[in-house]
């Protein structure tokens, strides 16, 4: 349960908060003291509205697409209206559907940069007035090991998730020193996405045994990671992309 001195912390906006590491980052969030702010295409379920009303903090869904610039504004401008300024944004939507360069059309080229890219761009466009206006704010951005490495079948979001890590230096430097920005690195994680791709629950953490530290992510990894960031304790902390993967990466 939150702490009294906790629950006052302010609103955060999480996109593609309804599931996976998106969900462990909402209830996460509440339980440091947030009020969550759900944008996604599916409402959340149950038992996550139920674990952030625990945590005696407020949850509102929104159906909004992010790779919708009005559908974006209008949220945006619904949350302030009626809830307040937020004070931290999470960019997590993202969508993966697996394809071979050769076997891509551009029509899904282009969707999976509109939402996974152009989300991100248009979420932290829309509340960084908001953040500047109040005197801070902080956003993180989910990008994903496949930014680094690549990924057969998945050029699309390799290149979407590798502009989420440009764009985060940009924003940093741009909205300076006002609103943090930074990003989140995961690896191999236990979601529905790697099982979407094929992957059986055996094969899935048979991966963990290429990795150092000889497991797969969890959501709450992330979902760590990004509550260290948004914290006090990331005050200095700017423009950086931090990799929760086990070491599967070491930069």
Same mark, same amino acid.
């Given at each position: 349960?939150?702490?009294?001195?906790?629950?006052?912390?302010?609103?955060?906006?999480?996109?593609?908060?309804?599931?996976?590491?998106?969900?462990?980052?909402?209830?996460?969030?509440?339980?440091?003291?947030?009020?969550?702010?759900?944008? !996604?295409?599916?409402?959340?379920?149950?038992?996550?509205?139920?674990?952030?009303?625990?945590?005696?903090?407020?949850?509102?869904?929104?159906?909004?697409? $992010?790779?919708?610039?009005?559908?974006?504004?209008?949220?945006?401008?619904? $949350?302030?209206?009626?809830?307040? !300024?937020?004070?931290?944004?999470?960019?997590?939507?993202?969508?993966?559907?697996?394809?071979?360069?050769?076997?891509?059309?551009?029509?899904?080229?282009?969707?999976?940069?509109?939402?996974?890219?152009?989300?991100?761009?248009?979420?932290?466009?829309? $509340?960084?007035?908001?953040?500047?206006?109040?005197?801070?704010?902080?956003?993180?951005?989910?990008?994903?090991?496949?930014?680094?490495?690549?990924?057969?079948?998945?050029?699309?979001?390799?290149?979407?998730?590798?502009?989420?890590?440009?764009?985060?230096?940009?924003?940093?430097?741009?909205?300076?020193?006002?609103?943090?920005?930074?990003? $989140?690195?995961?690896?191999?994680?236990?979601?529905?996405?790697?099982?979407?791709?094929?992957?059986?629950?055996?094969?899935?953490?048979?991966?963990? !045994?290429?990795?150092?530290?000889?497991?797969?992510?969890?959501?709450? !990894?992330?979902?760590?990671?990004?509550?260290?960031?948004?914290?006090?304790?990331?005050?200095?902390?700017?423009?950086?992309?931090?990799?929760?993967?086990?070491?599967?990466?070491?930069?």
């Amino acid at each position: 349960m939150a702490n009294d001195a906790l629950t006052l912390k302010g609103i955060a906006i999480v996109t593609g908060g309804s599931g996976g590491i998106g969900a462990a980052i909402c209830r996460t969030l509440a339980t440091a003291g947030y009020d969550i702010v759900v944008f !996604d295409i599916m409402p959340p379920p149950t038992l996550l509205c139920n674990s952030i009303e625990n945590a005696r903090q407020r949850i509102l869904y929104l159906h909004v697409d $992010v790779s919708q610039e009005e559908q974006v504004s209008a949220g945006c401008d619904y $949350v302030i209206k009626t809830w307040g !300024d937020p004070v931290i944004l999470i960019n997590n939507a993202a969508i993966y559907p697996r394809a071979l360069v050769t076997e891509l059309d551009f029509v899904l080229w282009q969707r999976v940069l509109d939402v996974n890219l152009g989300g991100t761009f248009l979420c932290s466009r829309s $509340v960084a007035p908001a953040m500047i206006r109040n005197g801070g704010g902080v956003i993180v951005n989910i990008a994903s090991g496949r930014a680094l490495q690549g990924a057969r079948k998945g050029a699309h979001y390799a290149a979407s998730k590798a502009g989420v890590l440009s764009l985060t230096k940009s924003l940093a430097l741009e909205w300076s020193p006002t609103i943090r920005v930074n990003a $989140v690195i995961p690896g191999v994680t236990d979601t529905a996405q790697p099982r979407k791709g094929g992957a059986s629950d055996a094969e899935l953490y048979a991966r963990g !045994d290429r990795i150092p530290l000889k497991r797969i992510g969890q959501p709450q !990894d992330t979902a760590w990671a990004v509550e260290y960031l948004v914290s006090d304790r990331a005050a200095y902390i700017t423009g950086q992309s931090l990799c929760v993967n086990g070491g599967s990466i070491m930069q």
